[in-house]
């Protein structure tokens, strides 16, 4: 077979231009990555794009927990104020309990507990960023409000632990407070607000301890004074609370005007509901939950979530729990320290002694519950930023396993590809066929 001039300058050129090609991605190599496109390497490409992905993702979720962090940590600081706050104010109800203070004493310590509670609100108001850390989704509102002017209050009666187990037959009906209510007879009396049942003063405080000594466990409907209706026809769903008081416990004209009339041993007896003149702070934030994922998998909000509502750190009580009818009003733990305090300013020694100390307690207990939540869920994120941390470097790892370039190996591919380059041009340059031009020159 007889093989032209042509067909030998056209296989060497093919195999010159191989070569080049050879040291020219071997050059491209130097940069330190080996696959710039998936043709490098199929496989390896593939590889390399899923933990381009992970990388990405692991740097959204450390950007997360960190901003979570930041959120939690915020407000773990103003939570820790509020709670300081309401300390105060269950030692100055202890105080305020003791029947040795006078008038200017009592007074005095009112005016700590108004300061104390003033300064809590301040705190909820707490920004970041300029975001309210305690308005839920609503962060761009001031969330807490309180009224310069005093309103009328419902006053109520907060069970005891002792109470509470007595007078808590039903745990479907179970109550913490009971509604304070003034009879024409001048004596005072208490409304359970989920069986309708009244009591007299008198049993609450002392009639109840004398049946439990008796071997009494629970309350029966023979030791109520009498019974109201909480229901309005052709209502079915307790109306008593909502239609007469708005849910930060303000009492509304109907509540107002509202009297009901029971037999008390054979004398009709009308009863009002008992208030207390004092200050409201009112919530403008809602009940929302701002979430920051912290890993891949399904969304749980109650690990997500990095912000704690005014329902959760300040609780629900009588006048807008669950069963009032009314909404939660984000406010319910401030506005019962008002009441305290008012109650305080007002010489209600025996008042003080018995409720007011419960309550404190209780509005305390629910600013720490809340408080030891949000830790529990910034130690969670605290752990995240450490794992995400260890497998950024596990990732950047096998990228660079089946990406990163053989620096040692290109070296001596690299000389030996240009190697082989440099003698293809010299050996072409003698052994190729002369061409009519190079005779002529």
């Known amino acids: 077979m007889r093989i032209s001039s042509t067909q030998m300058t056209n296989n060497y050129l093919a195999q010159l231009n191989r070569a080049f090609e050879q040291k020219t991605k071997l050059m491209e190599q130097s940069d330190g990555s080996r696959l710039h496109r998936a043709s490098d390497d199929a496989v390896g490409y593939s590889k390399y794009l899923r933990y381009q992905n992970s990388s ?7 950007a997360n927990v960190k901003n979570a962090v930041s959120w939690m940590k915020n407000s773990d600081s103003a939570l820790v104020d509020i709670a300081d706050c309401f300390s105060t104010v269950v030692a100055k109800s202890n105080a305020a309990a003791n029947t040795t203070n006078n008038e200017s004493d009592m007074t005095a310590i009112s005016k700590e507990m108004l300061a104390m509670v003033q300064q809590a609100v301040s705190d909820a108001n707490t920004q970041v960023n300029s975001r309210y850390l305690f ?12 009224s310069t002017n005093k309103v009328n209050r419902g006053l109520t009666k907060t069970l005891d632990d002792t109470q509470q187990s007595f007078f808590n037959v039903d745990p479907a009906k179970s109550v913490s407070q009971m ?23 008198d049993f609450m405080n002392t009639g109840y301890k004398n049946k439990m ?23 079915t769903s307790p109306t008593i609370i909502s239609k007469n008081f708005k849910n930060t416990g303000e009492i509304t004209t109907a509540g107002s005007s509202w009297t009901q009339p029971v037999t008390v041993n ?11 003149s004092q200050q409201i702070v009112t919530y403008n934030g809602d009940d929302k939950y701002i979430s920051m994922v912290k890993q891949n998998g399904a969304e749980d909000q109650s690990s997500d979530t990095v912000n704690v509502t005014g329902q959760d750190v300040f609780g629900t009580d009588i006048f807008d729990d669950a069963s009032s009818g009314n909404k939660p009003s984000g406010s319910a733990a401030l506005n019962d320290m008002l009441t305290v305090q ?49 497998q950024k470097l596990t990732i950047t790892g096998d990228i660079s396993s089946v990406a990163d370039t053989d620096v040692a190996a290109l070296s001596v ?5 240009e190697t082989i380059y440099s003698m293809s041009l010299s050996v072409g340059s003698k052994v190729l066929p002369k061409s009519l031009a190079d005779y002529l020159s």
């Open 56 to 62: 990405t993702e692991n740097t959204q979720y450390q």
């Open 135 to 146: 308005a839920g989704q609503s962060d761009m509102v001031q969330p807490y409000t309180m």
């Open 179 to 201: 509604l304070t209510l003034t009879g024409s007879d001048g004596k005072t009396y208490y409304a359970n607000t989920k069986t309708g049942d009244v009591y007299s003063q």
């Open 213 to 235: 000594a008796a071997g009494q466990t629970k309350v029966t409907s023979a030791d109520a004074v009498g019974n109201i209706p909480l229901f309005s026809p052709p209502d």
């Open 266 to 276: 054979g004398s009709t007896v009308n009863l009002k509901f008992a208030t207390v």
């Open 342 to 390: 008012a109650q305080t300013a007002g010489c209600q020694y025996s008042w003080m002694s018995t409720d007011g100390i419960t309550m404190a307690n209780n509005s305390y207990n629910a600013v720490n519950t809340a408080e030891t939540k949000l830790a529990a869920r910034q130690q969670v994120y605290t752990d995240i930023e450490t794992m995400l941390s260890s």
């Open 413 to 417: 591919q690299l000389m030996t590809a």
